[in-house]
């Protein structure tokens, strides 16, 4: 998975800080998100996956299948 949120990151041009702050989280963190020194809490993956509009299972590399679910109605 670390792989995967770093190509999404690089495939947009944007930069560790970027991310870090949409998350809102230290850029250290991020980085160790994407080294693999931690693990991605599911809150952060979640908001992973709806920022570059695919699926968990994408970025959790369970399918090459980018396209993402439909997602639930809230409310």
Request: proline share 5%; no cysteine.
């Given at each position: 998975?670390?792989?995967k949120i770093r190509?999404?990151?690089e495939?947009?041009?944007l930069k560790q800080w970027q991310l870090a702050e949409y998350l809102n989280v230290d850029?250290?963190?991020?980085?160790?998100y994407e080294t693999g020194e931690l693990n991605v809490p599911v809150t952060v993956l979640v908001k992973l996956s709806s920022f570059y509009n695919t699926s968990t299972d994408y970025i959790l590399d369970l399918t090459d299948?980018?396209?993402?679910y439909e997602r639930k109605k809230r409310g």
């Open positions: 998975m670390n792989e190509e999404l990151r495939d947009k041009g850029q250290s963190t991020y980085s160790d299948n980018s396209e993402p």
